[in-house]
């Protein structure tokens, strides 16, 4: 599922302040999932802006409404009639939400107050993995269930590289080899003939695997670790 994470509230307050009226827009989907943008997260996000705006004497007020789904233009068709009395629109979905909001509206400026960042797993509560980048050539088939691009941080379809030290990424020594736990995971499967197939690599970036952590519950996890 896709995972968000809410932008710093500086950063949010400085890009709607100019605009007098903002609806704020939750997702019903997967941001509500991952306590990132559904209805609960709205009304925080605008409790704390609304007391801020007003504190420092800015006439920015914000008003609140969620959907279904913002990534499904159905869903947006309830919009229609309440846009039309504000000066711009603050999304709390993913990217593909914001995207289309912005679309069925093009004459609102559309604020994302969400950054996407991950497909992932459910580690706790507002603690969440990831597992997948989308990357439209998945391999998992012949690594064991495990995703190469994700978890190795060099990102190889065919591994191990000449990098692993006692089962650890020479790229990111906190995390185990990810064709060391691929190599495992396939001998116990009884399938090791897999990781001879080779796969046609490809090119990517920014491979280090993602945790994310909501901000209400940081305290919880850091404290831990």
């Keep these: 599922m896709v995972k968000g994470k809410r932008k710093p509230l500086k950063q949010i307050q400085d890009s709607i302040k100019d605009y007098n009226k903002v609806l704020t827009v939750g997702c019903g989907g997967c941001v509500s999932i991952c306590l990132a943008g559904g209805q609960k997260e709205v009304i925080a996000l605008n409790t704390e802006l609304n007391v801020t705006f007003k504190l420092e004497k800015i006439e920015t007020r914000l008003d609140a409404y969620t959907v279904e789904r913002q990534c499904n233009m159905n869903f947006l068709a309830e919009l229609d009639k309440v846009v039309e009395k504000y000066d711009c629109l603050m999304s709390m979905a993913c990217g593909a939400g914001v995207q289309l909001l912005a679309e069925r509206f093009h004459q609102k400026p559309v604020i ?109 996890y850091y404290e831990k670790s």
């Design 112 to 220: 994302p107050a969400i950054n996407t960042m991950a497909i992932g797993i459910d580690r706790g509560v507002g603690l969440y993995e990831e597992r997948c980048r989308a990357c439209g050539e998945c391999v998992i088939g012949f690594t064991g269930g495990i995703c190469p691009v994700t978890r190795c941080a060099k990102g190889l379809f065919n591994g191990p590289c000449g990098g692993v030290n006692n089962g650890q990424c020479e790229a990111n020594k906190d995390a185990p080899c990810a064709w060391v736990d691929i190599y495992n995971r396939l001998k116990e499967q009884n399938r090791l003939d897999s990781i001879l197939k080779f796969q046609e690599t490809m090119l990517w970036q920014n491979q280090t695997q993602r945790t994310i952590i909501q901000e209400p519950y940081e305290k919880r």
